[in-house]
T-cell receptor, first 113, second 113 residues
Framework: EPEVTQTPSHQVTQMGQEVILRCVPI?????FYWYRQILGQKVEFLVS????????KSEIFDDQFSVERPDGSNFTLKIRSTKLEDSAMYFC???????????FGDGTRLSIL | AQSVTQLDSQVPVFEEAPVELRCNYS??????LFWYVQYPNQGLQLLLK??????LVKGINGFEAEFNKSQTSFHLRKPSVHISDTAEYFC???????????FGTGTRLTVIP
């Protein structure tokens, strides 16, 4: 069964540094998402992406965040200047249309020191 | 705005016993409802979904859930649990026509031998 894959599984970064989290969505999917889960808290929506542009974003997704689909397979989340509170598990998801369930990757654990 | 409440943060249950994990939601618009399961060190896997039609939905691994519009609930049930069902379970909603999922805080199901 096709899967969403995320790399790396664990990223350790110094505060203030830029970080890029990578995702390969399921190949025929058209909608892409990022979520985060701070330790002990709920999974929170960050952003959705369709047709090469952001379709929705939450209040968390401020100017420090950006997403990109640099080629036909990858979907990336960039955090420009990381803060301690950015430490979380980041999940990528994809779906083949907006009404279909989202398929999630295994996540990237981001630790900011 | 949408919100999801999972009142039980932890549910211990003996093997082969029945279990119910509770989920209530609030929304000013109609929603689609989902249950996801997260096994240790893995991503979120869809258990089942309610989009429309029959209010009793069956999912994978013997789980089912019933949508109750008057009580705004979507409780998850299984008549007989296995050790392998030990995991974190998340209830989620999305407004019809929207992309973003709103998650509950999760319920950790522990099956005791």
């Amino acid at each position: 069964e096709p899967e969403v894959t995320q790399t790396p599984s664990h990223q350790v970064t110094q505060m203030g540094q830029e970080v890029i989290l990578r995702c390969v969505p399921i190949s025929n999917h058209l909608y892409f998402y990022w979520y985060r889960q701070i330790l002990g808290q709920k999974v929170e929506f960050l952003v959705s992406f369709y047709n090469n542009e952001i379709s929705e974003k939450s209040e968390i997704f401020d100017d420090q965040f950006s997403v990109e689909r640099p080629d036909g397979s990858n979907f990336t989340l960039k955090i420009r200047s990381t803060k301690l509170e950015d430490s979380a598990m980041y999940f990528c998801a994809s779906s083949d249309n907006s009404n279909q369930p989202q398929h999630f990757g295994d996540g990237t654990r981001l630790s900011i020191l | 705005a949408q919100s999801v409440t999972q009142l039980d943060s932890q549910v211990p249950v003996f093997e082969e016993a029945p279990v119910e994990l509770r989920c209530n939601y609030s929304s000013s618009v109609s929603v689609y409802l989902f249950w996801y399961v997260q096994y240790p060190n893995q991503g979120l896997q869809l258990l089942l979904k309610y989009l429309s039609g029959s209010t009793l939905v069956k999912g994978i691994n013997g789980f089912e859930a019933e949508f109750n519009k008057s009580q705004t609930s979507f409780h998850l049930r299984k008549p007989s649990v296995h050790i392998s069902d030990t995991a974190e379970y998340f209830c989620a909603v999305t407004p019809t026509g929207a992309n973003n999922l709103f998650f509950g805080t999760g319920t950790r199901l522990t099956v005791i031998p």
